[in-house]
């Protein structure tokens, strides 16, 4: 199964510290090199769920569940050369000063595995997290540019492929991609993904593993796996091991709806 391109604005919201992701087509959580197809939109409906065994806080308040919903679509019409662009609106529905401010927006340009030459990577950059307010303390404009590239495995000895390998590397707005204590120079990282179908299961099944460096708001290990209900419509089920919990919150279970029309 190839992975269901998806989009995604995610905003962690818990006594004045948050993370706000409006990613492009992504793994779990960090952006992939796939881009959506020419004029197909996709739509994304999004969960992140506090663990619940450690998402209090000191105060006994527990962290707030993020909820998203998004629309992507595919803008030019070339097969070596592809671009999405994508709007989301994020809501944690707590009440919450960011909940003022949902709407985040983002784009990538992307060139697929083996364009330049028969066994050359993919390669993608793009921006995310364009937030819509930047003049206070509430500021969402993370502004994050990225750039990665990616590489399938090849088949050896008659072994089917061990899956993609991608890595790249993000920097973001250095006012609002702070550190634990709120300090600045935390605004970039690594971005590191392995992902397969699991074919010899189902070729519906896919699962991965991906890591956004950083002790900020977004820096995470997260994994999951994918099924793919018809060649439409998907559902990812994951968790996400946030690096600095002090300023991401706790850990969250998130289900990921895929739906390309």
Known sequence: MKKVSRFLV?????????VALATPSTQIWIPSTDVQAFGVPHFGLDSYLRDWEHGYYQDGKRDPDVYDSGLTIGVL???????EVGVDYMSTFSGSKYDDHPVYFNAKLGMPEGVICTNAP???VGGYN??????????????????????TLPPICGLPSLGRLSAGYYVGNDDVLTGPGGESG????????????????????WFAVDYM?????NGALSFGVAWAFTEKISMIVGYDIWNKKSVAGANTVTTQLDVNF
């Open 186 to 205: 935390d605004n970039q990282g690594v971005l590191l993904s392995w992902d397969r179908t699991m074919s010899e299961i189902d070729d519906r099944l």
């Open 130 to 151: 364009f937030g819509t307010k930047y003049n206070d303390a509430t500021k969402t404009d993370q502004n994050i540019v990225y750039a990665l590239t990616a590489k």
């Open 122 to 124: 993919a390669f993608a």
């Open 213 to 217: 460096g950083g002790e900020n708001v």
């Open 10 to 18: 995610v905003g962690l919201v818990s006594l004045g510290v948050s």
């Open 77 to 83: 019409p070339f097969n070596s050369i592809q671009m």
